[in-house]
């Protein structure tokens, strides 16, 4: 089966591979049911850098050229994380599930289209073996984002929400159609909510899932092992301030082992130039969940180039061939 839409995955070239044991070995598959679309990888420890490295590059060059050999993940793997990226067609729906079985969902993808969105992220929780969604984290009130949400919550379990705060984006209609129907939901009192702060840890068992962005505010500090000059500033403006949702963007740093994660949802390049400059407050990453879809406000230079990513997720779809064209002509051939 092939998926239904554009999920791209980008292999940033093996000049960027760092030595040393950095992340996990990766093993993916896809639903072999014809219904629904999603990719799922299951991150463990292993002991060798060597083979890391050889196994890491092995199962990107399968995920971009031949999707259909990749190896089915252990079940219910003691040492696994099992991260799903949900073709949710040009939204956002990533699902981790960790070592001790809980669950993060960020974003729940469109509304409407007959429950399309929330019947893939069900169905890829059950390929997982869950039935609850334990933590649901909205990056910002966008249709393509938070859309789905109350669709998913008539669907399966969920037992905490996690947004930035009050929209901010008023003007915009469907923007705060999305948001007084996401405030209805959680004026059910069926759901514990979190309003993330930048610095946060967010309460999950077996990951580390530090905010890195919120409600326009940004971390202050370095992390641990960042901080040191970025030189893609010395060549970028600060580029002018965007008024929209996007920048309010809750964004996350998500760390299993040495595997560490970035997803900063629509974070536009404003916020980007803000965040990195002078000095990169990330450090490095292994998974880039290209910003805002890998459109061109986002993924600005002083943002990819300074994490150095080993692969980028471009959550795409047909109508967003802009983002394909971005990454080819822009991003990967900088990096």
Sequence with gaps: ???????????????????GPRGAVPTGTRTSDSTFSFLAWSWSQWPSAFCHRCALTLILFCALWALPTLAQPPANSAKSLQIYFID???????????????????????????????????????DVGIDKIDFALITHYHDDHVGGAPQLAA???????????????TSDAIT????????????????KRIIAKPGD?????????????????LIEKALPGAG???????????????????PRSLGTLITFGRLKTLDLGDLTADKEHELMCPLNKIGTVDIYIASH???NQSGSAVLVHAVAPRVAIVDNG??????????????LRQI
């Design 228 to 246: 040191q000059p970025n030189p893609a500033c010395a060549s970028s403006a600060p580029p002018p301030a965007d008024k929209t949702e996007n």
């Design 1 to 19: 089966m092939r998926l239904k839409t554009v999920r791209e995955i980008i292999f940033l070239g093996a000049r960027h591979a760092r030595p």
């Design 201 to 217: 840890s967010l309460p999950i068992k077996g990951i580390r899932v530090e905010v890195i962005s919120s409600d326009g505010a």
């Design 155 to 169: 669907k399966i379990p969920i037992g905490t929400f996690i947004d930035h705060g009050e929209n901010r984006e």
């Design 318 to 331: 047909a109508k967003r061939v802009v983002a394909r064209r971005h990454w080819t002509l822009s991003s």
């Design 88 to 126: 949710v067609e040009g939204g956002q729906a990533t699902l981790f599930v960790t070592p001790e079985g809980q669950s993060l969902l960020i974003d729940a993808g469109w509304p409407g289209n007959n429950n399309r969105d929330a019947d893939r992220i069900v169905a890829a929780a059950h």
């Design 293 to 295: 879809h890998g459109f």
């Design 176 to 191: 705060q159609k999305d948001w007084l129907a996401y405030k209805q939901l959680l004026a059910t009192g069926k759901y």
